[in-house]
């Protein structure tokens, strides 16, 4: 089975049971990446070996929405506030449900203004440095 993009949202809750839409986004990042390979290879080993390493998300997530202020100001009153965050696939008339999957972890959010060219939509980066796994939910 294959599903859209469309029915993506970015989650925020402030105690980690109930979740509200942060804004909406235009794009996500890869959610759980696959781990570091170490180099475990002896000088007896015919070809390099390899065992698993920890995940790295690259310091931060990142996810892209279109610039209002609001949304901005609302990202930036959540700075240095440890909080937890999710990306949820689904909804039920318009409202997010995660009934195809949920990616939820605690982090630090941000917000920077993303640059701009000639007739261009102007876009926000809203970041979260997670502090936590980032852990799978089907529902």
Same mark, same amino acid.
């Given at each position: $089975? ?8 970015? &989650? ?13 986004? =235009?794009?996500?990042?890869? &959610? ?10 002896? %000088?007896?080993?015919? $070809?390099? *070996?390899? +065992?698993?390493?920890? =995940? ?21 009153? %959540? ?26 972890? =605690? ?5 920077? =203004?993303?640059?701009?060219? *000639?007739?261009? *939509?102007?876009? $926000?980066? *809203?970041?979260? +440095? ?10």
């Amino acid at each position: $089975m294959a599903i859209n993009t469309y029915g993506s949202y970015l &989650m925020h809750s402030a105690d980690g049971t109930t979740y509200s839409k942060l804004l909406d986004i =235009k794009d996500y990042p890869d &959610m759980i990446e696959p781990p570091e390979n170490l180099d475990a290879t002896t %000088l007896s080993d015919p $070809m390099r *070996v390899y +065992i698993p390493g920890i =995940k790295d998300t690259g310091g931060s997530v990142e996810f892209t929405a279109n610039y209002d202020p609001a949304d901005f100001a609302a990202v930036q009153a %959540l700075e240095g506030t440890e909080g937890f965050f999710a990306i949820w696939f689904g909804e039920d008339n318009g409202t997010p449900d995660g009934s195809k999957g949920k990616f939820s972890f =605690k982090g630090y959010p941000y917000a920077s =203004k993303a640059g701009g060219a *000639v007739n261009e *939509v102007s876009d $926000m980066k *809203v970041g979260i +440095i997670p502090t936590t796994e980032i852990a799978f939910s089907a529902s």
